[in-house]
């Protein structure tokens, strides 16, 4: 994770050393990073798959399994929950 910070009044363009990615709304940024007047920017650093190659998703984990929308919850054993005092 990355900060930026434009501590004046005129709009900057921050040099970055490796690809970046708003934390925030996403956008990527490969070689700069536009900040406006007393802008704040939080960015992660975009990373490639060691395995995949060129053409490959950003993320290993989609090789085997599938992305849906929502939450997961841990659920333990009926039996735990049934020596639980008051279960």
């Known amino acids: 994770m990355r900060f930026l910070h434009d501590w004046s009044w005129q709009e900057v363009s921050v040099p970055v050393p490796t690809a970046l990615r708003d934390a ?18 939080a960015l992660r650093e975009e990373w490639t798959r060691q395995l995949g ?4 998703g950003p993320d290993p984990l989609l ?4 992305a849906v929308t929502g939450s997961l919850f841990f659920v333990p054993p009926a039996g735990l929950l049934e020596d639980l005092p008051g279960g």
């Open 24 to 41: 925030l709304s996403g956008a990527a940024c490969a070689d700069a990073v536009p900040l406006g007047p007393w802008d704040v920017k």
């Open 53 to 56: 190659g060129p053409g490959s």
């Open 63 to 66: 090789d085997y399994s599938r």
